[in-house]
Each structure stands twice: as structure tokens, then as C-alpha cells.
């Protein structure tokens, strides 16, 4: 079993159509409706995977179709077997 400390994870989607289209609107609508699409993708992709308030889903990312997530190493095993998951790996801290 893996350890139950949270830790952040950054979550990369497989190639998407919705997402490339709306990528491909520059204007500030289009901008817009991808913010909101990835947003509800992500937060329902968590929700259908994960047990609710055991995780902290931190920013989707735009320029990917990805996002980052405070969640457990067993949580991460979950999602990397989740419908449409192309990556999950831990954030690695840089030393200073």
C-alpha cells in the first residue's frame, strides 16, 4: 500500500478533438469556453475516479489538456488507469 500523504500530481489527458477545436478559437470567447470545458472535464474526471473531499484539485492547465491535484500515491495509481489518462507523475521539487 502506498503512503497517505498528499502530495502534488500533474495529470496529462490523451489527445482530445473538443480540446483542439476550442484551443484553436484565439478570440476571448474561445478562450473562455476552454477554460470552462477543461475545468468540468477535469473536475468530473475526479469526481467519477476519486472519493469526494479526498483530493484538492490545484489549476487546469491550458496549454496541455492536464491539471494539478494534491492527492495520495494510491490516488495517483487510480487515475493513471482512468479512461482518457495519458500521464500522472509527482511534482519533483527542484533544490536550491
Request: glycine share 6%; proline share 2%; aromatic share 10%.
Amino acid at each position: 500500500m502506498g503512503s497517505t500523504k498528499s502530495e502534488r500530481y500533474f495529470v496529462f489527458m490523451n489527445y482530445d478533438p473538443e480540446y483542439k477545436r476550442l484551443r484553436a478559437d484565439r478570440t476571448k470567447r474561445g478562450a473562455y469556453e476552454l477554460d470552462m470545458y477543461l475545468s468540468r472535464k477535469h473536475d468530473e474526471l475526479l469526481a467519477n475516479t476519486l472519493e469526494h473531499g479526498s483530493y484538492e484539485k490545484k489549476i487546469s492547465l491550458v496549454i496541455v489538456d492536464g491539471f494539478a491535484v494534491e492527492i495520495t500515491e494510491d490516488q495517483a495509481s487510480v487515475l493513471r488507469s482512468a479512461s482518457g489518462v495519458r500521464v500522472v507523475e509527482k511534482n519533483q521539487e527542484l533544490p536550491s
